[in-house]
């Protein structure tokens, strides 16, 4: 499934057809989430925060009811028309509708009482007086989302500072629920780029740091919940290609995500019709791989596996013959693209995914080369995790279907 469907289950306690957001399988009934009934039955202040667009499917399940995920307009007018406290990450998708024709949807939150927040200066100075706050990220990268913890610059606030912000903004006496989605994770799986989602993976795992913090000085009162609402990619550490060794550290030699190296330099090879040796260049600063090195290197690694002696911790990043030609076939084909491309055949699609085929080479060679594969582009039917601190974590052992994290959490909260 999709993350419209499965955020549902968790905020709403039913299944919906992937691509759903909280309606019914007819598209007669909207489901009510956890967040709105906590707000409604509780007096809850409500924060929601992503590092993705801020009406994408996840965040968009703990307030909207839409039959489609892509209604991106009229998902952005029930986040306005909520009224929850506190929303902050990524920008908003099509604010003045598919054929821009429609009212902006900041003009109309603002309209609506929200305080606009755009700079991080901005953001700074909120605290628990600001009122109903929409806060956008000052540094918006792919899609209008955050930037990939890879390509963060040490003067932007990261996941953690948004939550940080949050608990001030939404700490009050009756109580707070927020909900914090590194939803970037998903992506960088998507595009198979192994440094990108372990980056932002330990991003996430410092604004969970947060959310400890305020645990420790309220521990009757708190409850922690950390899961996913699908697991995506098959990331596996474990590769035939390196007999199952891992070299770890080479993921370090990647200094830029996929989606930044997209924007920053392939779309100029594409324009300038940069040559291959001139690109390889970019790809041994950026990420670490070598070219072969004549016909002996070549021949020690015929059968293209690393070889790792004892006590050695790095694989070589010098490419075998075949994953220099792989690399090289990438980058005619990333610079056969017109970009006006409707669809591929499905050996590209296999080879690339809907991804730039020079990029995800890139990364599928170096990922490989650190003892690192992923199994697909897409969603994966893995078993999530859930880990849980605080109040009544035990309700949370063992397996059970998604849906009864909304029925645990609505037990606990006492919400009807």
Known sequence: PDSASTATSIATGKKTWSGSINVSEDFTQTYETIAEKLKAQKDYKIGVLSTVNLNHATPAAFYAHQASRSSYYDIG???IESGFDYFAGGGLLQTTGKNEDQEDLYTLAENAGYQVVKTQAEAEALGADSGKVIVIDEHLADSSAMSYELDRGQEEWALADYVEKGIEVLDNETGFFMMVEGGKIDWACHANDAAATITDTVAMDNAIGKAV????????????????????????IGFAGTDYDTFLTNISNQKISYAKFDSDYVAGYKENKTDFDTVMKDITELFGLQAPQGEAEATNQADSKDVH????????????DYEYNKLKAAYDET???????EEFGQEEYLLYGSYEPLTVTITHILNNKSGINFASYAHTGLPVE???????????????????????LAAITGVQ
């Open 77 to 79: 007018l029930e986040l």
């Open 309 to 320: 002696p004892e006590g050695e911790e790095s694989g070589t990043l010098v490419m075998t």
């Open 386 to 408: 859930v880990f849980a601190m605080g109040a009544e974590q035990e309700q949370f052992d063992g397996y059970y279907d998604n849906t009864d994290i909304f029925n645990k």
């Open 213 to 236: 913090e305020f645990y420790n000085e309220h521990p009757d009162e708190t409850l922690i919940l950390v899961t996913g609402d699908h697991e995506t990619g098959g990331m596996t």
């Open 335 to 341: 610079m056969s693209r017109t970009g006006e491309e």
